[in-house]
Structure formats: structure tokens, C-alpha cells
């Protein structure tokens, strides 16, 4: 069995609540269930492979993907999480789209400004 750490974010917890982390069984594969039997064979130690460890941050988001392979599941959380990167991403890239746009504004202000002196040159 693996030591208890969020397989989403591997920080460690205390087990005294399950609230705060817990093992969660998830759907089992045909792989996993293959090694379960292979679990039944005497002297056979390891970590069931749809079994994972989740924190307190994650474990109740963990709950309500039991109906689907620890894999599947573990996507869809980390594909959440990627979400909130990316919203704090486009805050960052909206901060930077404004000084661009004044920027652009001199910028197409200034040959509008040329070409009224060219065009002052030719009507004098
Ligand atoms: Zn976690």
C-alpha cells in the first residue's frame, strides 16, 4: 500500500479524519481486475491499482468520480484544476493587452498626423 498522499497533489495528511484525507477504490479496469486476482496469490504485496489517496482539498471532488477508472478521474480533476490556471492566465494577459492598445493608438495617430503634412505639402 502507498503511503498516504494525494495522488492529485501529493501533499501529505492526517488520517485521523476522512474528511481531511482518505483511500478511495475507483471503478476497476480489466487490468485492475486482473490484478486482483493475481492479489490472491499468497505472499502477494502491492497498492491496488484503482485505489488512490486523496487530501482533504481534493478528496470530496475524488468522491463523485468513484463511477469512473482512477485514470479517467484523475484527468478530469487535473483538467479542472488547469481551468483555474488558465482564468489566472488571461488575467494576466488582460493586464497586459491594455498598455498595448494605447500603445497602438499613438502609434497609428502619429502616421495619420505624417500623411496630413504630406498631403499639406502637395495642396500648398
Ligand atoms: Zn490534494
Not at 478530469?76 to 488547469?82: D, K, P, T, W
Request: charged residues 35%; hydrophobic residues 35%.
Amino acid at each position: 500500500m502507498k503511503p498516504p498522499m494525494c495522488e492529485l497533489c501529493s501533499s501529505g495528511f492526517d488520517l485521523s479524519d476522512p474528511e481531511l484525507g482518505d483511500l478511495l477504490y475507483f471503478k476497476k479496469t480489466a487490468s485492475d481486475k486482473a490484478w486482483y486476482k493475481k492479489a490472491e496469490e499468497p505472499g502477494f504485496v502491492g497498492h491496488p491499482p484503482n485505489a488512490a489517496w486523496f487530501c482533504g482539498d481534493h478528496i470530496k471532488k475524488a468522491k463523485e468520480l468513484l463511477d469512473f477508472p482512477l485514470g479517467e478521474a484523475l484527468q478530469q480533476m487535473r483538467s479542472e484544476l488547469s481551468e483555474y490556471v488558465d482564468l489566472g492566465d488571461k488575467e494576466i494577459i488582460e493586464d497586459k493587452i491594455k498598455p498595448l492598445d494605447s500603445i497602438i493608438e499613438e502609434e497609428t495617430i502619429e502616421p495619420k498626423g505624417f500623411w496630413a503634412k504630406v498631403k499639406s505639402w502637395f495642396i500648398r
